[in-house]
């Protein structure tokens, strides 16, 4: 049984978010105790004086999960850039000590823990920490998250290609929003050799920002392989 998975992307806004909802609220179904966490978000909203991330309320209320803030999201950032260019822009330098103290935290509490990642894999976190150094270093195999858009034959290869020179484990990858898009999965097919976990089609009752999630979690259920994603393979 692995410990936990890391959700990446493509790109920003393919589904990371709702696709890492889904996959923690299947594996509470399946009856373990499941943290969610996003290390490290930018873009988070002020509400009340304090800094709130959109992808840290979608995630904990899909869970119902009653952790603190500080322990599902250690970091947030208000602008909405990449976190070193936000960092410096709000004159702060981002302590990976704490991202790696609060995930402890998160994985001694919780049988399995969901990671959302933040961009795709090349994103810096600070100057000695890409995305794909925080999946390594949390031991936690991949979830890529895939869309079809012009141009997503590359950022899926490509994403693909960094994951194994950086030895990352891959789980597989999941189409989100895919409507008529078996040419673009085929594609993708042809062209590598990596699992495909399942697709997820555009549904307009599921959005992050107004906090809605429709039947994914029941479609997630019967369409995602799960069991590949919760089983450690040797
Ligand atoms: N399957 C889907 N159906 C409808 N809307 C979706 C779906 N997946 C994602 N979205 C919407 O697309 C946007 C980006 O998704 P999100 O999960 O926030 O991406 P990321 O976390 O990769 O930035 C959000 O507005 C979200 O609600
Ligand atoms: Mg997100």
Redesign the pocket.
Known sequence: MEKGVF?T?I???????????AIAAAVKAHGLDVGVMKPVATGAKEIDGKLVS??VV?LKKIIDSTDDDDLVNPIRLEPALAPTMAASKSGVTIDMEKVWETYRELTDKHGFVVV?GI?GLMVPIDDNTLVADMALKMDLAIVI?S?HYLGAINHTLLTLEYARSRNLRIKGIIF???NNGEDFVGEIGRLSSTPVLGT???????????C?Y?D?VEYFRKEINMSKIMRKET
């Open positions: 959700v992307g790109d920003t806004g393919v589904g990371k978010t709702i696709i890492a909802g959109e992808d979608y959302e961009g998250v869309k989100n929003m895919l997820i089609p555009f549904n307009e009752h599921v959005c992050v920002e107004k809605l429709g994914i």
